[in-house]
């Protein structure tokens, strides 16, 4: 150690043991914050003021010895300091595995000791001021051991014992199977089990390492646990809405298990997908996903629901779940964990839900599991092949035509369900137009005006051009070229290899009106493909 007498034995030096002294009271500090980190009942708390008073006995005798020894030889020296330190750590040790009664050791081993119940949720619910805190939660990890890099989207699963039929497996080989190679790189799988027969979910484990083996050894599944003592109470909860005592038990209990789900996925990706134990999905459906988030880019969301059935196929950011997580651990039994959703997207500022079709998947079990009830729910919007969702590069949205209400021009853009554009009857040379936010090699484009409801609000004249150069003008971004594609033909038009019929990378698409109508005009779909991958990782 620096400091201490030189190997061929000179005189004592005065500041090398002082610098031993100053590293013996460091590693006692250490010791002793391990112990309040670990101990905290008030037997434990009692031992460890026990090791801080013989503590600085030793201390008291250590600086003595170096007030005394000042010209002592390193052979002298030595052995005193060895006595000492072996001494104390050998103390700090015997207090930490001697005094610590019996049943405190075993929970020592499986999880860090916590506040009791009461007190630990007192204290959770005075910090929800910080939403972006973790809940203070221990988790058994059953399988598998999360990986240090960031995926792109955790999807997360929350599983009981059922009455009647289990589905969690299928469900995750549907995950997997359904996904390339490619796309496997990029999500990571988290089931929580979250019912309290232990004996069941060690052999749902079993049965999970046995048949997801390479998953879990590549990072790709996870498995975990949140202990019983960690819930708030599940019994004397309010009965709202006249629901029976089971079943607001068991729909509070659900909520609790999604915050603690949510609350282990904060830091494993960019992107969370909330999903039940009892889906099919849909072929490449991270992809799709990817396609719409991408096309969402510079737009404010908090959730974007992928199936309109229950809390299936529900995205977020991933830096919102601290947040959800504190929100359904608060008000846990007061209802629903699909209407509790609701309010909080709302309490974020999103007013309106964002769903898109088709969707990516679909729920496939035949029975609850509340009580083994049928639940033949299916999403009608379902599609097995998802993949020819469109990319719809991020852009700009402009038109003269004079719109109706709140049917703006960006809803003809946008994948979501029951929207569209709608405006009032146009005229000759008004357009609607398209403004990259960078040129794109386009592949192919289809554009669908008018509804099933509303049959002659189509566009009755009208060209797809496409342009280039685009520059900055009174009206805003226009591009300085166009040419034609094509004519609409009943209110629709689709054009395939755009890129080979064009020299250019495009930066404009333009709808004009060719011709006035007295109808009005909705343009319900505008989809865009690209010739290059779209929703990458950045």
Not at 24 to 31: G, Q
């Amino acid at each position: 150690m620096k400091g201490f007498c030189s190997p061929s034995g000179g005189d004592c030096n005065e500041d090398g043991l002082a610098s031993a002294a100053s590293a013996l009271t460091h590693i006692s500090s250490l010791f002793q914050a391990r112990m309040e980190a670990q101990q905290t009942r008030h037997s434990v708390q009692l031992c460890i003021r026990l090791s801080r008073s013989v503590t600085a006995v030793i201390m008291r005798l250590l600086w003595k010895s170096v007030d005394k020894m000042r010209c002592f030889r390193k052979r002298s020296t030595l052995p005193v300091l060895t006595f000492l330190l072996t001494a104390l750590l050998f103390f700090n040790l015997y207090m930490n595995d001697g005094y610590v009664l019996e049943g405190e050791k075993k929970q020592l081993g499986e999880t860090l000791i916590h506040p009791s119940s009461s007190d630990r949720y007192v204290h959770t619910f005075k910090d929800l001021s910080n939403f972006s805190g973790s809940i203070n939660v221990t988790y058994r990890c059953l399988a598998g051991i999360p990986l240090s890099r960031k995926k792109y989207l955790t999807i997360g699963l929350a599983s009981v014992k059922r009455k009647r039929g289990n589905y969690l497996l299928e469900t995750i080989k549907s995950i997997f199977d359904q996904s390339s190679y490619e796309e496997l790189k990029e999500i990571v799988v988290v089931v929580h089990l979250a019912d309290f027969d232990l004996v069941w979910c060690e052999n749902v484990v079993q049965e999970i390492t046995r048949k997801f083996a390479h998953h879990i050894i590549a990072g790709r599944l996870l498995v975990i646990q949140a202990p019983e003592e960690f819930y708030p109470s599940l019994d004397g909860l309010k009965r709202n809405y006249n629901d029976p005592e089971d079943r607001v038990r068991f729909r509070s209990k659900q909520n609790v298990d999604y915050a603690f789900l949510l609350n282990f996925c904060t830091n494993l990706s960019h992107f969370y997908m909330m999903l039940e134990d009892d889906v099919r999905c849909s072929r490449n459906f991270l992809t799709a996903l990817k396609k719409v988030i991408t096309s969402r880019e510079g737009s404010y969301w908090v959730m974007m629901e992928f199936s309109k059935l229950g809390y299936i196929g529900k995205l977020y950011h991933s830096r919102d779940l601290p947040r959800l997580a504190h929100f359904l651990l608060m008000f846990y039994q007061e209802m629903p964990c699909d209407w509790l959703l609701i309010h909080f997207r709302g309490l974020l500022a999103q007013k309106d839900v964002i769903r898109f079709k088709p969707s990516l998947f679909q729920h496939m079990g035949y029975y609850s599991s509340y009580k083994g009830v049928e639940n033949k729910l299916k999403d009608d919007d379902f599609e097995e092949d998802s993949i020819d969702i469109p990319d719809n590069p991020p852009a700009g949205i402009y038109t003269n035509i004079n719109v109706f209400e709140n049917y703006d021009a960006t809803k003809a853009y946008s994948s979501i369900v029951d929207e569209y554009f709608w405006g009032k009857p146009p005229c000759t040379g008004d357009f609607f137009i398209i403004i990259f936010n960078k040129s794109t090699k386009i592949s192919r484009m289809k554009i669908v005006t008018g509804t099933e409801d509303r049959q002659n609000d189509i566009l009755h004249h009208g060209a797809l051009e496409v342009g280039q150069k685009s520059v900055e003008t009174k009206q805003g971004r226009q591009c300085t070229s166009y040419i034609t594609l094509g004519e609409f033909k009943v209110g629709n038009i689709e054009i395939n290899d755009v890129d080979h019929k064009i020299g250019f990378d495009i930066e404009c698409v333009r709808i004009v009106v060719t011709a006035s109508q007295k109808e009005w005009l909705i343009i319900r779909t505008i989809s865009l493909w690209t010739t290059s991958p779209v929703g990458q990782l950045k």
